[in-house]
């Protein structure tokens, strides 16, 4: 799915009234006929519903969202916000319909603003900006944001939290944004909403399909996606009846340390679990017994050091290498590590310590093979690209080291992000807070190895490997739930989820 900037949903918005016949207006009326409904399917009538509107069109659907539910028979109070006397046509009409529907309660402010006492058991729909939002809100309109904040009623906003920028947050004043318990957003997700720390404005939220023309969406271009589940499914290759494992690839995983041989265990499960002909795990001597015992599936190749990875090893057999999860810095795995990768000519995912490394030794970055995967999480990549104010800072950092370097960058944490050298961002829909839990990175770097050594390209590697950890991820939190959840149940659960993606719904 595209996620489109504000101006492109605007352009959407006149493409489709423009090529698929329908005034504006009913366009928006609509649009607040979804908004009444979802308002409608989770509140009754025993809640008052108090309406901030503004003055664009964003305040429009607020107002046919009122006349909606006044027509219903909920009870509704109306604000509509008019301090500069100019008002959006489609906000014009909708004023005249709620004055026409023989509606009670509606109040224009122009000035001062007498604000109503608001309890838990109030709706407020903010319908004051939408789309259309073009610097921080400030002055009166900053102040009914704070008091509608301050207020213990529950907040819907309309396409966006008020005051909330589409992309880019880095200025705005955080303090008079709407914080939303549930955003009913029109048409396509705004790239803001996968943020972080933009939960607290939009922790939930909810896709209305309005019907804006498909073919405008098909050819506006966009960096910006988010990944859906038939993608997935169009991906995944479907095993032959004569295959043998000689197809399915021989991969290398290079990890562990002492009293960090659980990290090469993850990842050589999680290999395992994904479909790879042959996995051999690489690691220092003192882990041999633990691989050999719970992944008897891998073969082991020792180390010459007992206790860390020392020496880099031949690639001849390969079709893909993992380096990375619990390997240490120490300076001789570091020297090792360093070697192995810069020589590396086969598909390549570095992560965690290997990741580390590379931050410490800078001037080997450029030595990076083309087209290697790095799966760094906030941390990690804020060593390699230096310290970011906010998500959208580190997006676009993130975008730069992967042209720069022309490397794939797999950002992970909720949402997690596949960056390509291209610029090109795949945001992951699957998995859950219960998958922040130490091992659940080599878990990933396990499936991703699997997908590469398959002979999936990088990018498909990418996109399917975190969409399938996310998904075995809700899987295990199902069964375990988010508190006890571990990486181990993260691949315990991998067979479901392969299962689910590649069986018809
Ligand atoms: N037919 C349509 O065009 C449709 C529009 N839709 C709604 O329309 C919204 C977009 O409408 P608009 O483009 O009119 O934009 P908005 O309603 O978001 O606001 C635009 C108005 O706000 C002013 N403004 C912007 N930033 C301000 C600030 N910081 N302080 C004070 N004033 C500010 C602008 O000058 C303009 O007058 C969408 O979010 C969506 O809710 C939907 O109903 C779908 C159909
Ligand atoms: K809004």
Not at 190 to 218: M, Q, V
């Amino acid at each position: 799915m595209k996620i489109l900037n504000c101006k492109q949903q605007k352009e959407a918005d006149a493409y489709t009234i423009e090529h698929e016949g329908i005034l504006s207006i009913n366009l928006m009326e609509k649009a607040a006929g979804m908004l009444t409904e979802a308002i409608t399917r989770r509140w009754d009538k025993s809640h008052r519903i108090v309406v901030f509107a503004g003055p664009g069109n964003n305040g429009g659907d607020a107002l046919a969202v009122a006349r909606m539910l006044f027509l219903k028979n909920y009870q509704v109070e109306v604000f509509l916000f008019n301090v500069t006397g100019q008002l959006s046509e489609e906000c014009l009409t909708n004023i005249r319909r709620l004055k026409e529907s023989g509606f009670p309660n509606y109040t224009e402010v122009s000035s001062q603003f007498q604000a109503p006492k608001l309890t838990e058991h109030d709706i407020v729909v903010d319908g004051l900006f939408g789309s259309g939002l073009n610097r921080p809100l400030n002055g009166g309109f900053a102040a009914v944001v704070k008091f509608i904040n301050a207020s213990p009623a529950t907040v819907v906003s309309i396409d966006v939290p008020s005051g909330l920028m589409g992309e880019d947050n880095s200025y705005n004043v955080r303090q008079n944004i709407i914080q939303a318990d549930l955003t009913l957003s029109i048409q396509m997700p705004k790239l803001s909403f996968l943020f972080p720390e933009n939960e607290e404005f939009t922790s939930h939220w909810e896709l209305l399909d309005i019907g804006i023309s498909r073919e405008y969406i098909a050819q506006a271009e966009t960096r910006y996606f988010i990944t859906e589940e038939q993608e997935m499914r169009q991906l995944i290759r479907p095993r032959r009846t004569f295959a043998h494992k000689g197809n399915f690839g021989h991969g290398l995983l290079i990890a562990g340390s002492y009293g960090m041989g659980g990290a090469a265990v993850l990842a050589a499960r999680a290999c395992m679990r994904s479909g790879i002909g042959l996995l051999t795990v690489h690691s220092p001597i003192c882990n041999h017994q633990l691989l050999q015992t719970i992944v008897p599936e891998a073969m082991v190749q020792d180390d010459v050091h007992e206790r860390f990875f020392a020496e880099p090893t031949d690639l001849d057999n390969y079709q893909a290498m993992a380096i990375g999860p619990g390997l240490s810095q120490e300076e001789i795995t570091a020297q090792a590590a360093l070697d192995q990768v810069s020589n590396c000519f086969i598909p390549l995912v570095l992560d965690a310590d290997a990741l580390n490394i590379f931050s410490a030794y800078r001037s080997y970055l450029n030595r990076l093979p083309k087209h290697s995967i790095l799966t760094p999480h906030v941390k990690e990549l804020e060593r390699l690209v230096g310290r970011c104010s906010n998500s959208f800072e580190r997006l676009s950092k993130a975008k730069e080291l992967a042209g720069e370097l022309q490397v794939y960058i797999i950002l992970k944490g909720a949402w997690t992000t596949v960056i390509t050298p291209e610029g090109n961002c795949y945001f992951n829909p699957t998995g859950n807070p219960g998958m922040a839990t130490g091992g659940s990175g080599d878990v990933l770097t396990g499936i991703l190895l699997s997908l590469l050594a398959q002979g999936y390209t990088q990018e498909e590697a990418c996109r399917l490997g975190v969409y399938i950890h996310g998904l075995a991820g809700d899987i295990a939190c199902m069964r375990m739930g988010e508190i006890s959840m571990t990486a181990g149940d993260i691949v315990n659960a991998l067979p479901e989820a392969w299962k689910k993606l590649t069986t018809s719904k």
